[in-house]
């Protein structure tokens, strides 16, 4: 490990998973100011929650945090400021990030030491995200799926429009097929940095990275999400989120 390694003292969990947690991007939406992966919830930014949820699943040993290019210190300051708790053994380590989301994750995955074989990708904005929905998401990597995301059914009628002025709708898609992805989707190692390589080098990327291991022609399994994993992308989103982490407060102690 690098001098960026954090907590080196701590014993290992299963050095074959890891999570990678791509936190280069400013998040528009919830306004101008700070980062939205630095914006405080309950006190404390987004960014710990989410890293906080991925070293919490017992089979998690390293998370990677993918920071801007020029905030790796900032980061790693801040990663300090909120130690893990004792009861959580994950390694953390913090590496700069590329122009785009693509870029930040394949800078992750290489990151990564040689002898991790199962890969987390979380979004920094989803900082609720249970432990069961992250374990449940390794075991089904660990049963021999390349690629894993955790979903939801759709409560609303989706559209499909003509991206024109006013916008004109071309269909309505059954809702029964569709699903609401969330994070961290799972990953055979080596089957996500093949989908890195080959869609970086072809210039064409993808919402997600699931969508990429697509193009390869793997089959992607859906498990079951959750409704507390929603990404914090607008003001209302952070009020939401601030009112789930008050009851979790209140009846766990989280």
Known sequence: MSDETRNPSRPAGDPRTAAVIPAAGRGTRLGPGTPKALRPLGGIPMLVHAVRAMARAR???????????????ETRRLLDAHPLPD????ELLVVPGGDNRQRSVRRGVEA????????????????LVPVDTVEDVIAAVR????AVVPALPLSDTVKEVEPSAPERVVGTPDRARLRAVQTPQGFDRDVLAAAHRRVTDEGDGATDDAGMVERLGHDVRLVPGHEEAFKVTRPLDLVLAEAVLARRRA???F
């Open 59 to 73: 089979t998690v040993g390293l998370v990677v945090v993918v920071a801007p290019p020029d905030g790796v210190a």
């Open 251 to 253: 009846t766990d102690g």
């Open 143 to 146: 049963d021999g799926a390349p």
């Open 87 to 90: 009861s959580e053994s994950a």
């Open 112 to 127: 990564l030491p040689p002898d991790v074989e199962i890969v987390l990708v979380h979004d920094a904005a989803r900082p």
